[in-house]
């Protein structure tokens, strides 16, 4: 008897949380220059987006000189941030074999017994076959066939993945934008049919501080941080594949995810990272965090510098731009504790005034 057999769901869970922590790890990189650095972010092409790495460049420009500084600095951490994609292209790779039989990832039986008493075999005693086999095992016994892209991308990674285990050294500077590049190409090859956004707030659900996070801060709340930061440094093809849209295209308020994620007290705010887009020509948006679809209807915001002439027409957020996020009752509100505020103030002024005057 063979026990702890391997089943494929079990495998894609670990591929896919090694997965999301190379893509926490790269976003973290490039989103914490943008918050703490006090420097720009070189702006390059929208063919690369802002976070290439240029080498070649001389110009002596300050901030393309402190990017290339940070980025050398950080070459320790995108190595390993490298090798955890290896990881976990290799197992998902076994998973999607596993699916048709975990048997065909074994590479021999010549192994004794984990209890000769029972004639009981262990699997994960077991050698299991090459990661340069694995892309060969599975286009030959899997339904679909791996993208010779994604192929040629396994075996580069692979081979500099040996490099970095064996020797210790890997002297190819390595760039966070190819890194994002490398794992939107992973993520439809090995997990089809799945949504990359339900699985980024899943996964950030197993984070070891989940269950501590404060009640005004979760893991939607996070996912919108790392949406702010990170969209407008995206190359056009990048973007596109994050959010489903061009970058042209207009995005709406999904007023059910930034209530769910607690946004309004503080930056990001509700208009910094609009994730809804419209449906068509209809009266429609989708969210590309949620998935849900939410009604709008015809109509003029209150506030005089939003162009907006859309409106929800959800019960949860009846009558707010879909654009801005106010509400006419929330406006005629704001307007009032503006107008309260200001006669304080000419009060207070002229409190100051008359003893300025006594004195």
Not at 55 to 84: K, V
Not at 114 to 134: G, Y
Not at 309 to 317: C, I, Y
């Amino acid at each position: 008897m063979i026990e702890n057999v391997p089943t494929a769901d079990e495998l894609r869970t670990v591929s896919l949380r090694l997965y999301f922590k190379a893509w926490s790890e790269v976003t973290a990189i490039v989103t914490e220059w943008e918050r703490f650095s006090g420097l720009a972010t070189p702006d390059w092409s929208p063919e690369r987006g802002h976070f290439y790495l240029d080498t070649a460049d001389s110009s002596g420009n300050e901030a393309i000189s402190e990017w290339r500084d940070y980025i050398e600095a950080a070459q320790s951490d995108l190595q390993g941030i490298y090798t955890l994609i290896q990881q976990s292209q290799e197992i998902g790779l076994k998973a999607r074999i596993c699916d048709v039989s975990p048997y065909l990832l074994l590479k021999r039986t010549d192994i004794k017994p984990a209890n000769s008493a029972t004639n009981t075999w262990d699997f994960t005693d077991f050698p299991t076959i090459d990661a340069s086999e694995l892309v060969r095992v599975h286009n030959t016994f899997c339904s679909t066939v791996l993208s010779k892209e994604f192929q040629a991308m396994f075996d580069e990674i692979r081979r500099n993945r040996n490099k970095m285990h064996h020797l210790g050294i890997y002297r190819r500077a390595l760039d966070p934008q190819v890194i994002i590049d490398i794992l939107q190409m992973h993520y439809p090859e090995l997990y089809p049919g799945r949504r990359w956004m339900e699985d980024r707030l899943h996964f950030a659900t197993l984070h070891r501080w989940a269950n501590y996070a404060d009640s005004d801060y979760n893991e939607r709340s996070d996912l919108f941080h790392e949406l702010w930061q990170l969209l407008p440094g995206l190359s056009e093809g990048q973007y596109r594949w994050l959010m489903g849209h061009g970058r042209e295209e207009p995005r709406f308020i999904c007023f059910s995810c930034s209530s769910d994620a607690r946004l309004g007290g503080h930056q990001p705010y509700e208009t910094d990272a609009p994730t809804a887009f419209q449906v068509g020509d209809t009266l429609e948006v989708r969210c590309v965090i949620c998935d849900g679809v939410y009604p709008m209807k015809a109509g003029t915001c209150p506030n005089d510098e939003c162009e907006s002439e859309l409106l929800s027409a959800d019960e949860e957020s009846e009558g707010k731009c879909m654009e801005c996020g106010w509400s006419h009752e929330e406006w005629e509100e704001q307007m009032v504790r503006q107008k309260a505020y200001r006669s304080t103030s000419l009060d207070l002024l002229g409190l100051v005034g008359k003893k300025g005057d006594e004195a």
